[in-house]
């Protein structure tokens, strides 16, 4: 048998009630020149009977492995792959039949690209469409590649996974993302605008798994920037205070469960080894006491003009006086944390930046996705801004920025702006975006700690 253009793989853990339909997607490809590996790794469902039937095909090649870990799996599969172009299958989705004929297709016409991939549809457990979801074509139409393709269903040149050096087994969780950042800044990709395979939604799959996916994006991204951090420092923590203009003077002096929201903002920062200031700036000398019980030499307070705490000002009117000390040369990166939201996170202030360098943007956003209907009237009534259901590009989504966590260049501020021309976004936790500028949602978040913390006490 000669060797076959494409290898197809189907690495299986406990999905044999999906696995035939697999399976059979690929037997009834119209591009003939493959072959499939199905690998069972440690399931005790009927995975293996399954596979059984297909053992006479000399196409398929069955395998059994102990490897409880899926980036592992992936790498037995491109190590034992025989085709040019490797594509995997997860054993709940399934191809349509001209999935490989058109990727094919695509690599074989470009010789600089180092993968292809294409739209899908969502189904749900029973196999039912309910979504076409697609990707706006990227170097045409998307210039901003800060959305990675999804992990599975893409068809890459073997030779690439050999010189990224494969998949990185310990993360457990967004393969596609890491393999996407080690191809992203020295190879060539393209997307087809055609729904080729079908990508299953349903209650034990990965991709309800929030958490774990969120720590294996912040890790990936973190080790991809770990060499160009030097490029962009300084790199500070700005925490902008006032006296005056919210709900209750000097709220970052407000009581959160027996400490206070500034006190709680610089504990949460000092750990991080990321930043190179850690800048408090209030119009109220009192607040630099707080300051001053923090015995580290990264912390900076600087005293701020009142007129400049005013809420239509501008941080860049503070920041401007700041950079003149820490960063003439406006050469570094800030990111922005406010006391008033004390549920965001470390790693999310420190995605920020991440998110800012990996993309080489003028700003970065902690953002929360919209799921519910969005509408606005226009002269024929209200129109939908972010379907919910059916044709849904990645331009149709609709993002709120929380205001509780961003990143920026400090080159922006001689505009007068934070922000710039080229703005990415990173997801943040919901429960992160609590924002205390009322006395009720002071005391929701007094709840929330309490809760949170007999939580960690349990544990």
């Known amino acids: 048998m000669s060797a076959p253009k494409v290898t197809?793989?189907?690495?299986?853990?406990?999905?044999?009630?999906?696995?035939?339909?697999?399976?059979?997607?690929?037997?009834?490809?119209?591009?003939?020149?493959?072959?499939?590996?199905?690998?069972?790794?440690?399931?005790?469902?009927?995975?293996?009977?399954?596979?059984?039937?297909?053992?006479g095909d000399e196409r398929v090649r069955l395998f059994n492995t102990q490897y409880r870990s899926l980036p592992k799996v992936c790498n037995f599969a491109v190590r034992e792959a025989r085709g040019e172009y490797i594509i995997r299958l997860d054993a709940d989705d399934y191809f349509d039949p001209n999935i490989l004929l058109v990727l094919t297709a695509q690599l074989d016409a470009n010789s600089n690209y180092a993968f292809a991939f294409s739209d899908y549809y969502l189904v749900d457990e029973s196999g039912r469409v309910f979504a076409h979801e697609w990707r706006e074509k990227l170097f045409e139409v998307n210039h901003v590649f800060d959305v990675a393709p999804n992990g599975a269903c893409c068809l890459i040149r073997k030779r690439v996974f050999k010189e990224v050096n494969f998949y990185r087994e310990d993360l457990g969780a967004q393969d596609g993302y890491d393999l996407f950042n080690k191809i992203l800044n020295s190879y060539l990709f393209c997307n087809v605008n055609l729904p080729l395979f079908y990508y299953r939604r349903h209650s034990t799959n990965l991709t309800g798994s929030t958490q774990r996916i969120l720590t294996a994006r912040r890790k990936i991204m973190r080790d991809s920037v770990v060499n160009?951090?030097?490029?962009?420092?300084?790199?500070?923590?700005?925490?902008?205070?006032?006296?005056?203009?919210?709900?209750?003077?000097?709220?970052?002096?407000?009581?959160?469960?027996?400490?206070?929201?500034?006190?709680?903002?610089?504990?949460?920062?000092?750990?991080?080894?990321?930043?190179?200031?850690?800048?408090?700036?209030?119009?109220?000398?009192?607040?630099?006491?707080?300051?001053?019980?923090?015995?580290?030499?990264?912390?900076?307070?600087?005293?701020?003009?009142?007129?400049?705490?005013?809420?239509?000002?501008?941080?860049?009117?503070?920041?401007?006086?700041?950079?003149?000390?820490?960063?003439?040369?406006?050469?570094?990166?800030?990111?922005?944390?406010?006391?008033?939201?004390?549920?965001v996170t470390l790693d999310s202030l420190e995605e920020a930046f991440y998110t800012l360098a990996i993309n080489n943007s003028d700003a970065a956003m902690g953002v929360l996705e919209l799921s519910s209907p969005l509408y606005r009237r226009d002269s024929h009534g209200l129109t939908q801004l972010n379907p919910s259901r059916g044709f849904k590009s990645d331009f149709d989504a609709i993002y709120m920025h929380v205001n509780t966590a961003q990143a920026f260049k400090n080159r922006n501020i001689a505009k007068g702006s934070l922000g710039g021309p080229f703005v990415v976004h990173f997801p943040m936790q919901k429960n992160e975006s609590l924002f205390i500028n009322t006395s009720q949602s002071l005391r929701i978040a007094s709840i929330l700690l309490s809760d949170q913390e007999a939580i960690d006490s349990d544990v």
Not at 285 to 310: G, M, N, Y
């Open 8 to 55: 197809v793989y189907i690495p299986c853990h406990n999905y044999g009630s999906y696995l035939q339909e697999a399976i059979e997607s690929v037997l009834r490809q119209t591009f003939q020149s493959w072959e499939l590996l199905v690998i069972n790794d440690c399931s005790s469902d009927d995975t293996a009977e399954v596979m059984s039937f297909y053992k």
């Open 228 to 343: 160009q951090i030097e490029d962009h420092r300084p790199i500070s923590l700005f925490i902008p205070c006032r006296r005056n203009y919210d709900f209750a003077q000097d709220l970052w002096n407000a009581d959160l469960n027996g400490k206070t929201l500034l006190e709680r903002e610089l504990e949460k920062a000092l750990p991080s080894k990321l930043f190179d200031h850690i800048i408090v700036a209030c119009d109220n000398p009192s607040a630099k006491q707080i300051v001053d019980k923090f015995c580290d030499e990264r912390i900076i307070f600087h005293l701020r003009r009142q007129c400049d705490t005013i809420r239509s000002a501008s941080l860049a009117l503070t920041l401007d006086s700041i950079f003149s000390i820490v960063d003439p040369a406006r050469l570094g990166a800030t990111v922005i944390s406010y006391p008033q939201a004390p549920f």
